[in-house]
């Protein structure tokens, strides 16, 4: 009889039928066990398997523990927290982008951090409209700046022992401020004419960052499919946190457009509830409604 010892470690990247797992401080270089694929279970980045060693940098992956999430294209499971980075300038925030990403972390369960870079280019009062837009969502905002790091260590202290992904437009800063938590990564950071001349990402295959101890960052958008597909228009107001204490209008059918009586509409006119949030509201309700007459 053969004993197996079985060692836990965590998929950082996936190549070519090859995982990559760390374990204590190494990187195992892994097959997946027939049995998985025979069972039609294909490792993804992200995923905490149970593995035995064939060799001192080598091994077989055997079981694969069940997923808090999976996202797809790329793939990765077991996010934490989404962390949206965007620029106060240069480029300028697309909110309507900023609320459909809190609305499908919200759908994916994830938890919210919105970092707002490059706050040494403008002025502090920026950071109170940000707080004030999102007041009530239970959103972290951090003001961060890559020149002076101011606000790095509030980031660090979020992203401790969880694996994050970090989405944001082009130019927004997500390199820099990884190079900037851990200055071994190095990744590529170009100025923002020089990407928007490229029109891609700099970023583009998945893995986790292990950038600070147990502590993963995902390197690609996070979410690459913005549309919302899948999406229910009754369930889209449950994804704006700040509306939930306000639901109870008189039709329970109440999709907060016109109908009398509706309680969301009063907060928002008394102030309540942020108009800006509540115009992307309306604009992602018709993007849902669109998709589903397709
Ligand atoms: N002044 C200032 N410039 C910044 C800050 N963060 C990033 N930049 C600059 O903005 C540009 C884009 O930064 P990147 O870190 O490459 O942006 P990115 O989000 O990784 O872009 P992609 O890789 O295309 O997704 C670079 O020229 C950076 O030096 C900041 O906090 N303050
Ligand atoms: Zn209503």
Same mark, same amino acid.
């Given at each position: 009889?053969?004993?197996?010892?079985?060692?836990?470690?965590?998929?950082?990247?996936?190549?070519?039928?090859?995982?990559?797992?760390?374990?204590?401080?190494?990187?195992?270089?892994?097959?997946?066990?027939?049995?998985?694929?025979?069972?039609?279970?294909?490792?993804?980045?992200?995923? *905490?398997?149970?593995?035995?060693?064939?060799?001192?940098?080598?091994?077989?992956?055997?079981?694969?523990?069940?997923?808090?999430?999976?996202?797809?294209?790329?793939?990765?499971?077991?996010?934490?927290?989404?962390?949206?980075?965007?620029?106060?300038?240069?480029?300028?925030?697309?909110?309507?982008?900023?609320?459909?990403?809190?609305?499908?972390?919200?759908?994916?369960?994830?938890?919210?951090?919105?970092?707002?870079?490059?706050?040494?280019?403008?002025?502090?009062?920026?950071?109170?409209?940000?707080?004030?837009?999102?007041?009530?969502?239970?959103?972290?905002?951090?003001?961060?700046?890559?020149?002076?790091?101011?606000?790095?260590?509030?980031? *660090?202290?979020?992203? *401790?022992?969880?694996?994050?992904?970090?989405?944001?437009?082009?130019?927004?800063?997500?390199?820099?401020?990884?190079?900037?938590?851990?200055?071994?990564?190095?990744?590529?950071?170009?100025?923002?004419?020089? *990407?928007?001349?490229?029109?891609?990402?700099?970023?583009?295959?998945?893995?986790?960052?292990?950038?600070?101890?147990?502590?993963?960052?995902?390197?690609?958008?996070?979410?690459?499919?913005?549309?919302?597909?899948?999406?229910?228009?009754?369930?889209?107001?449950?994804?704006?946190?700040?509306?939930?204490?306000?639901?109870?209008?008189?039709?329970?059918?109440?999709?907060?457009?016109?109908?009398?009586?509706?309680?969301?509409?009063?907060?928002?006119?008394?102030?309540?509830?942020?108009?800006?949030?509540?115009?992307?509201?309306?604009?992602?309700?018709?993007?849902?409604?669109?998709?589903?007459?397709?």
């Amino acid at each position: 009889m053969v004993f197996i010892v079985l060692n836990q470690g965590i998929i950082v990247k996936a190549l070519s039928g090859f995982y990559y797992v760390k374990w204590q401080d190494k990187i195992i270089e892994c097959r997946a066990r027939g049995k998985l694929k025979k069972d039609n279970i294909k490792p993804v980045v992200g995923d *905490k398997v149970e593995f035995g060693l064939i060799s001192p940098t080598t091994g077989v992956i055997e079981t694969i523990q069940e997923r808090k999430n999976c996202l797809i294209r790329p793939s990765v499971a077991n996010i934490d927290q989404l962390c949206l980075t965007f620029s106060a300038i240069d480029p300028l925030p697309d909110y309507l982008l900023m609320d459909r990403l809190t609305v499908l972390a919200r759908k994916n369960s994830l938890e919210v951090t919105i970092c707002i870079t490059k706050i040494d280019l403008i002025d502090k009062g920026f950071l109170d409209y940000i707080s004030q837009r999102f007041k009530d969502t239970g959103y972290t905002i951090i003001g961060i700046s890559n020149k002076t790091l101011e606000g790095l260590d509030k980031l *660090k202290e979020k992203l *401790k022992g969880k694996i994050t992904t970090l989405s944001g437009p082009s130019g927004a800063g997500k390199s820099s401020l990884i190079n900037n938590i851990n200055p071994q990564f190095k990744l590529a950071v170009a100025s923002v004419s020089e *990407k928007t001349k490229r029109g891609k990402h700099t970023t583009t295959f998945c893995q986790l960052l292990e950038v600070m101890e147990n502590s993963f960052v995902v390197d690609t958008p996070g979410f690459t499919s913005l549309e919302l597909t899948d999406f229910d228009i009754y369930e889209l107001d449950k994804y704006f946190p700040e509306f939930i204490p306000y639901l109870n209008c008189r039709f329970t059918s109440c999709l907060h457009q016109k109908e009398e009586g509706c309680n969301i509409k009063t907060a928002v006119e008394k102030g309540l509830i942020n108009p800006e949030r509540y115009n992307s509201y309306l604009a992602l309700l018709e993007e849902i409604r669109e998709n589903s007459q397709e």
